[in-house]
Structure formats: C-alpha cells, structure tokens
C-alpha cells in the first residue's frame, strides 16, 4: 500500500516499529498525547497533531502541511518558512477551537484553488483580501 510513495521502505520500517511499541507499551491503542505520539518512529509533530485533533478532538497544534505553509505565507498570516513557526503565528492568529477547521480549509483550498504553481486567482472567494493577489496585479474578474 505504501510501495507508490516515496521513501516506502522507511516508512515500512517505521510503521512497523510503530506497530510493536502501541502492542508493548500502550496496548494496543494509539496514544492521546503530543509527547507520546511523537517518540514513535517516523511521527512528526504534524502527524500527531493530525492524530490528536481528528482522532481525539484534542487541538495541539495546527497542522502545517505543504498547502497550509503555502497559504499562511501567500495571505500574509505569517513570514517564516520554519513550519514550526507557522504554526506558532496561526495559533496566535486563531482561537484554540478552530485550529482543526483552519487547517481543514486552508489544505481544500490549497489543493482546489490556491494551487502551488498557478493559483487560480479568478476563481477565488477571498482573492479580493489576498495580498498575493493584488500584489501581482490580479483582479476580479467575476
């Protein structure tokens, strides 16, 4: 199942890895906490955010994936490119309970409008507010 992504027999390793600790040391159940979930092999923080706010509804973090570093920088929510801190400066920006939903947003409109290589400018709800936008002297069209 893994073997089309990149880097699979790492990632084999690891959720093998993975697999024996949750039996031995947690029972056979995925762990509710930060520091938990990211002592097993090959988990990030943004990982075990993903796990904690979809699977335990606990918000830890806002998760920073390719889509979200792509959007806080294009909206100006943040300057820096370390995730860690992108992160930091969207839990600022937004209230603990709706991390999930931030994140939640910014990947759909990530990977349907605010595309990597050609954003999709006209066909945006907010580009009207988007400081990427207007500075690259896009308009509404609509």
Sequence with gaps: MISSRGLFR?????LHATAVILLERHGGEVPDTMAELVALPGVAR???TVVLS???GLNEG???DTHVHRLARRLRFTRHDDVR??????MRLFPRDRWLDVADLL?????????ARRP????CAIEPLCPSSQEAGR????
């Design 54 to 56: 979809n699977g335990f």
């Design 10 to 14: 790492q990632k084999a390793r690891n």
């Design 62 to 64: 806002v998760v920073v």
């Design 85 to 90: 801190k992108i992160e930091q400066d969207l």
């Design 120 to 123: 999709r400018c006209e066909d």
């Design 46 to 48: 943004t990982a075990a």
């Design 139 to 142: 308009t509404d069209k609509r």
């Design 107 to 115: 990947i759909f409109h990530g990977r349907r409008v605010c595309v």
